[in-house]
């Protein structure tokens, strides 16, 4: 095996010369990356989700740097109109636009869905990015836990509704953010909703994480005969405001360690940018390179339980994306 990947699943293996800058570090160099803002995104649409903090924003920016046009999806307006202001002033590129969504609420997401559609001539790429970690449990406008609710079911109908305009282009790609604490955690299908037992939100968040990460997967092998690719992608540990709101500890033991928030999105940007990502489909990526679903044997997803869950967010969304495959 060449000694470069030796070295970088060396570091992998040990999780966190991995996750931290001490990864992107020795991975830019072992690698020799190509500066991902030189790769050119000119004339491509990007949707991005929870573009108004961390990851979200700095993605934003990097994507109008790169001439795409992106199209902002925020919850909150005020705050998306000021990114929108920062990243025109910022970059001089004026094709960036809001619209508004609550990813928890599902009318909310088929709404804005249905908008994109009607509004935009073409989408190249969709960012999975919104989400966060709660502390305690909370129910969404649809009666479902506020984490499933924002970082599955949501992004599961955006999907499903932005497909026919992914699959127009001959290129698109759909990028999900998941995180390395989906390692942690195994699938709960008994218990999706997180109410059967005591409420641990980072438990919660892994479980949803490691959903995206199932649902990327089978999006990937029912687009596979079509232009569409579907990867998901974690950052590692990058200081945003998310980490230090929800990991107080965790942000202050690492703090120098974590990653800044434009090494956390160096693979996405990747993702959607280079040729290479067009390839293959239904990975999951690190720093450039595809990784391991799992590192522990318990939490492996069988075919069965990734069609029990794409069957449960079937039922619990009511979109049928099986139907149009
Ligand atoms: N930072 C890390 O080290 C790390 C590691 C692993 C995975 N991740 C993942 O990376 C993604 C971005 O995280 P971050 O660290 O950048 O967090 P962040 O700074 O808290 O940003 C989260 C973004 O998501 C938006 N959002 C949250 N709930 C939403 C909802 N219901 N509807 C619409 N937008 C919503 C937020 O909007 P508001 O501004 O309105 O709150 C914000 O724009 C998340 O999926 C997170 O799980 C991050």
């Not at 989700?49 to 005020?78: D, H, K």
């Not at 590692?236 to 434009?262: C, K, M, N, Q």
């Not at 069957?311 to 099986?322: D, I, M, Q, Y």
Request: hydrophobic share 45%; proline share 5%.
């Amino acid at each position: 095996m060449d000694l470069r990947r030796a070295v970088d699943d060396l570091a992998e293996t040990l999780v966190v010369p991995s996750f931290t800058r001490l990864g992107y570090d020795l991975r830019s160099k072992l690698f020799d990356w190509e500066p991902v803002e030189q790769m050119p995104m000119r004339g491509r649409v990007v949707a991005v989700t929870g573009p108004t903090s961390g990851l979200g924003q700095i993605a934003a920016m990097s994507f109008a740097r790169m001439g795409a046009e992106v199209l902002l999806l925020a919850r909150n307006a005020a705050k998306a109109e000021r990114v929108r202001a920062q990243i025109v002033e910022g970059t001089g590129n004026a094709g960036v636009r809001v619209y508004r969504v609550d990813m928890s609420d599902l009318s909310s997401v088929r709404r804005v869905a249905e908008e994109i559609r009607a509004s935009e001539p073409s989408l190249d790429v969709l960012i999975n990015n919104a989400g966060s970690l709660l502390v305690r449990r909370a129910v969404s406008v649809d009666g479902h836990e506020m984490t499933l609710a924002t970082m599955v079911l949501g992004p599961f109908v955006l999907t499903d509704g932005l497909i026919p305009l992914l699959r127009d282009g001959a290129d698109g790609r759909i990028i999900t953010v998941t995180s390395g604490g989906q390692y942690a955690q195994a699938l709960d299908l008994d218990d999706l909703q997180s109410a059967a037992q005591p409420y641990v939100g980072s438990a919660v968040y892994a479980r949803a994480k490691r959903a995206q990460v199932v649902l990327t997967r089978v999006w990937a092998s029912m687009l596979r005969d079509t232009s569409v690719v579907a990867h998901a992608m974690h950052p590692g540990w990058a200081d945003t405001p998310g980490i230090e709101a929800s990991l107080p500890r965790f942000h202050t033991v690492l703090g120098p360690l974590l990653r800044t928030p434009e090494q956390g999105v160096d693979t996405l940007l990747w993702l959607a940018a280079a040729p290479e990502a067009a390839r293959s489909t239904g990975r999951l990526w690190l720093d450039r390179r595809p990784r391991k679903f799992d590192r522990l044997a318990r939490t492996r997803v069988s075919p069965v339980q990734a069609r029990r869950l794409w069957n449960a967010c079937e039922h619990l969304t009511g979109v049928s994306p099986t139907r149009q495959a």
